[in-house]
């Protein structure tokens, strides 16, 4: 039997358009229902009060139209990650600048996480990487390229003696040496001032004697022979 929609405060709502017209209310679909409820015959309220509760998981992705559920109908803290499934939500999904420090919880981003050559110098900030984020002997010899450190680089004094392995420094890494560069004290090696060539004068401090040769033969010795 049709409903009277006069008995229920309704027919002023309705027009000969609606199909509710000529419909009992209990065979209209969903859409006409809520013509009803804008049409203010029938509050949310009312409706909640019929309806009752809704059972546990009974709204299922099958029973949601495309993009009915907006961020305002969603509470705050509503979604955890216990409700989303494992790779839910992918790099597309992220807004630039969504995800700040705050938003990471400590370690919560381990080396794991990161993949190979992810991290580029664009991508650091000038001072974020200091002596403190950089593990004891991190960075090794492999790690550094040739050329990559200049003298800019290198602080004063920061390379001290104990910095230099032994017998590292050789003839080709020095340029000159100078009589403010000798310090006081026994030579115990021949030195040969001059070219071998053309002549040169030698101090042999171990045989105590001074020769001077012109290139062939010893021409003046001073001392023990």
Do not use: F
Not at 67 to 80: E, H, L, P, Q
Not at 153 to 170: C, Y
């Amino acid at each position: 039997m049709a409903t009277d929609y006069g008995t229920l405060g309704l027919d002023k709502y309705l027009n000969a358009t609606d199909s509710l017209a000529s419909a009992p209310i209990e065979e209209q679909t969903s859409i006409e229902t809520d013509v009803i409820i804008e049409r203010g015959a029938i509050t949310t309220t009312q409706v909640s009060a019929e309806v009752g509760s809704i059972a546990d998981l009974s709204i299922t992705t099958a029973k949601l139209a495309d993009a009915a559920v907006i961020t305002s109908k969603i509470g705050t803290n509503a979604i955890t990650s216990a409700q989303m499934a494992d790779l839910a939500v992918v790099a597309g999904k992220i807004a630039n600048g969504a995800i700040t420090a705050p938003n990471l919880g400590g370690s919560i981003i381990a080396g794991t996480h990161i993949g190979t050559a992810t991290i580029d110098s664009a991508r650091i900030i000038d001072g974020a990487i200091g002596s403190a984020q950089i593990g004891s002997a991190a960075i090794q010899s492999v790690h550094i390229g040739s050329a990559a450190v200049g003298a800019a680089a290198i602080a004063a004094a920061a390379i001290g003696s104990a910095a230099i392995g032994t017998a590292v420094i050789s003839d080709v890494h020095i340029a000159n040496i100078g009589a403010s560069k000798i310090t006081a004290g026994t030579v115990d090696v021949a030195i040969g001032i001059g070219t071998i060539a053309t002549g040169y004068l030698r101090l042999d401090g171990a045989n105590n004697r001074i020769v001077v040769n012109d290139g062939t033969n010893d021409r003046i010795i001073i001392g023990s022979t």
